[in-house]
């Protein structure tokens, strides 16, 4: 399946974006140039504009440069409305959007607020100055916004993204997830995907896992343990890339060949951690990464936050393995219950400081859930029932009622007269040879004349559990019936 790719026909494919009121169409050639609403110096992006040579750059053209590492293939007419089928957005809308990805932070309500009332190529020329100023806003923030304008190229950035294997999605793309529209104007204003799987199919059936970046031996256990039987069931892992829990439950999800999904704080070409590059473009190859920041933008502190709102929103369900009181994993846990959806928390030791965070959302509206069974019974569909959780059964528990009063009744020390039994376990003397006759056949108990008296107990070394008869050889197999 074909990723999308920055718009072909170059100049003429966004005439309204870049050029003031009245121009673009109509000039020229049909499209804007240089001279016409860009930033200046920028005008048609080339290899002196803070692009990678390795990775090339779009030619005057906007078309691929065979000489810089891009594919000479043009789609097939198939793949072309494959490509059109999930590109719904139009090219202007696409290339708005990508852009104030870089003009504004992820999360910001206000430009969400904008957004829904001014659309996106509208609130674009506003923030920069093309436009009448969106209501509020104030000149300070239209300043940063200038300022932040004069290095965005969206176009630059979509063939950068395409050069790595992604897309940019946004909403009213086939691919994207509708879940996240429940974040309201917190919603991402799109985001940039690396990864050849649909995001919408993928996060219909999710589940987060995340927890401390300092988890102990057994939170880093857990989540991995969590991340191969939810994969083993069918659903897609989604966490952070973090330290501890995150890389956790991500490897334990590729170890047992499922999907996963990495929801980044950076660009999608920009891992971070660094020590978790490897994971990263593995997960690339065999999952998806997702931003809201464009290529090249580095992780804040604020960013991380952020970013977990968009787990919470994406997945079906928050499972919490190991946060302390002050911890980025509750907020994603609570953000998710905000969201309506299912959160979960595994305890841990009470003197941990690692649990105390899960067990404070214990004490609240989270469900315990110890393993992946319990959580695919809580969020997912009728008959996802885990196992029934019980301690070892023996042999004794199987017994009659009175024949267990009756084996109860003999003492440990000599031999009992059947008048005595009779007497101890409140029955008749018929009634107690009847069920010492079943202990005997059942190996519990021997006969020595007219004395009966409980078989000695086995060593431990022979394998026997406590509460097994000791004469394993004469157990009648159809006591379970």
């Known amino acids: 399946m074909l990723m999308p790719t920055p718009p072909a026909g170059g100049r003429g494919a966004v005439p309204a974006l870049f050029s003031e009121p009245g121009q673009g169409r109509g000039q020229g050639q049909g499209g804007w140039d240089e001279g016409q609403g860009r930033p200046e110096g920028r005008g048609v992006p080339d290899a002196g504009q803070g692009l990678p040579e390795r990775w090339g750059v779009p030619d005057e053209r906007g078309t691929p440069d065979e000489g810089r590492g891009l594919p000479e293939r043009r789609a097939t007419p198939d793949e072309g409305q494959e490509l059109a089928e999930r590109r719904a957005a139009p090219d202007e809308e696409r290339l708005a959007r990508a852009a104030l990805t870089r003009l504004v932070e992820p999360g910001d309500e206000t430009v969400g607020r904008w957004l829904r009332h001014m659309g996106a190529v509208a609130l674009w020329r506003a923030l920069t100055g093309k436009g009448k100023p969106p209501p509020g806003a104030t000149g300070e923030r239209l300043a940063g916004c200038a300022l932040r304008a004069a290095g965005v190229d969206p176009v630059a950035d979509l063939a950068l993204i395409a050069r790595r294997g992604g897309r ?60 191969t039987g939810l994969a083993e069931r069918g659903w897609v892992v989604v966490s952070g890339a973090a330290h501890g829990v995150d890389g956790a439950a991500h490897r334990g999800s590729l170890a047992a060949g499922g999907a996963t999904i990495a929801v980044l704080a950076s660009g999608v070409d920009v891992p971070y951690p660094r020590a978790h590059s490897e994971l990263i473009e593995r997960i690339a190859e065999q999952g998806l990464l997702l931003a809201e920041l464009p290529p090249g933008a580095h992780p804040t502190r604020h960013r991380f936050v952020l970013r977990n709102r968009v787990i919470a929103a994406l997945t079906r369900g928050t499972v919490v393995v190991e946060a302390q009181y002050r911890s980025g994993s509750l907020v994603t846990a609570r953000r998710a219950q905000q969201l309506g959806r299912s959160t979960m928390g595994v305890p841990g030791p009470v003197t941990s400081g690692l649990s105390a965070g899960v067990h404070e959302l214990l004490r609240g509206e989270a469900v315990l ?27 004794r528990d199987l017994l009659h009622p009175v024949t267990a009063r009756v084996l109860e009744a003999l003492s440990a020390r000599g031999g009992n007269h059947l008048r005595d039994v009779a007497r101890e376990s409140g029955t008749g003397c018929d009634e107690a040879l009847g069920r010492l006759h079943e202990l005997l056949a059942l190996g519990f108990v021997e006969r020595h004349g007219d004395r009966w008296e409980l078989v000695p107990a086995p060593r431990r070394s022979d394998g026997a559990r406590r509460g097994d008869p000791p004469n394993r050889g004469n157990r009648v197999k159809g006591l379970r019936r």
Do not use: K
């Open 168 to 227: 940019f999605i946004c909403p009213g793309d086939l691919d994207w997830p509708g879940q996240l529209d429940d974040l309201g104007d917190a919603r991402p204003v799109g985001l940039w995907v690396r990864g050849r799987a649909d995001l919408r199919m993928w996060a219909l059936r999710s589940v987060a896992v995340v927890g401390a970046r300092a988890c102990s031996d057994y939170g880093a256990h857990v989540a991995a343990s969590l991340g």
């Open 369 to 395: 859930v110890t393993d992946a069974a319990e959580v695919a019974e809580l969020i997912g569909g009728i008959g996802d029932l885990a196992p029934e959780r019980r301690g070892p059964l023996v042999e």
